[in-house]
């Protein structure tokens, strides 16, 4: 028998393993034709997940809020997360997890509490939200015109699908010449951006909205570093103008760390380059993380299927 080729990923759906280019979701499963569904992703760095027990944590928070039950327990998902990093044999890798509704089961009334709910994940090649290169002279940024969708229709805090504001920000950054975007609510205060957290930086107090975006590990981490390095930090409504006049901005997210900002609606910041807080934060973050902070080793030895 060939061995199956893992070198683009690996994948597990309902309950088999195979390479990342197999796997598919039915045309007919409610995750997809509706965004019923919940996701999350953790990273593996230098062959370790960063806060992998966090993440399920977080995972299995959005799928009890979207009333999702799977099969796999907690314990099965982190042997799961493990196996397809395994099987692709990646040192750095982005891994996700989602949790479909599935489908009316036959002879059932066409409702969300009558499907069999399943789940999948993967791993692949690490993905930069911002590329390396953007980090190092900073992202340019603009503040979307388009609203984050309201918080009491769409729980931001649960990790969905529901990218329209978020996928529209994107073009108005890419039509305006811009790497990314920061979205607000319709009250005008920061909320997140497509796939990551926001902070400003002013008077040398790290701010971050309090809500009206998702809870991110990343965001916690960050609040961690302040602490470690004694910076003040604030964690509660930002109103556009402060951020349009904050000392520096960086994002925040998995596939990517603390990320710099040089740029807001054409504003430079610093000289147009990362800003000394947001730069010392970076950097002990990936200290830290080559410490082994908050690492749980991948088992790569055990492959038997
Ligand atoms: N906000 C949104 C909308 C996201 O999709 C993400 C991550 O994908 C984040 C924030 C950052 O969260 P985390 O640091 O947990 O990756």
Not at 8 to 29: K, Q
Not at 98 to 121: F, I
Not at 128 to 154: C, F, M, N
Not at 251 to 273: C, F, K, Q, V, W
Request: hydrophobic share 40%; net charge negative.
């Amino acid at each position: 028998m060939t061995m199956p080729d893992y070198s683009d990923g690996a994948a597990y759906v309902d309950g088999r393993y195979m390479p990342v280019g197999e796997a598919s979701v039915p045309i007919l499963d409610w995750g997809y034709r509706r965004s019923d569904v919940t996701y999350d992703v953790v990273g593996v760095w230098d062959g370790a997940f960063f806060r992998l027990d966090d993440h399920i944590a977080r995972f299995r928070a959005s799928m009890t809020a979207l009333r999702l039950h799977p099969q796999e327990t907690d314990a099965e998902l982190r042997e799961i997360l493990m196996q397809v990093v395994r099987l692709s044999g990646l040192r750095e890798a982005y891994v996700a997890m989602d949790c479909l509704r599935g489908r009316p089961k036959p002879g059932m009334k066409p409702h969300p509490a009558n499907c069999r709910n399943r789940l999948t994940a993967y791993a692949i090649p690490w993905v930069w939200v911002v590329s390396p290169d953007v980090q190092a002279r900073g992202a340019h940024l603009i503040v979307a015109k388009t609203p984050r969708i309201p918080e009491e229709s769409i729980d931001p805090r649960v990790k969905n699908f529901h990218w329209g504001d978020l996928t529209r920000a994107l073009f108005e950054a890419h039509d305006a010449g811009a790497d990314n975007a920061v979205l607000l609510d319709t009250a005008g205060l920061v909320t997140e951006g497509p796939g990551f957290n926001v902070f400003a930086v002013r008077d040398g107090v790290v701010i971050t909205p309090d809500r009206g975006g998702l809870e991110g590990i990343t965001r916690r981490s960050v609040l961690e570093l302040c602490a470690d390095l004694g910076l003040p930090c604030e964690v509660r409504p930002l109103p556009l103008a402060e951020l349009q006049d904050s000392d520096e901005v960086f994002l925040a997210t998995t596939a990517g760390g603390i990320m710099p900002a040089s740029r807001l609606d054409g504003r430079i910041m610093n000289n147009d380059r990362p800003g000394p807080i947001s730069a010392r934060l970076r950097a002990r973050f990936w200290e830290r993380r080559a410490e082994g902070w908050h690492a749980t080793p991948v088992t790569y030895a055990e492959v038997a299927l």
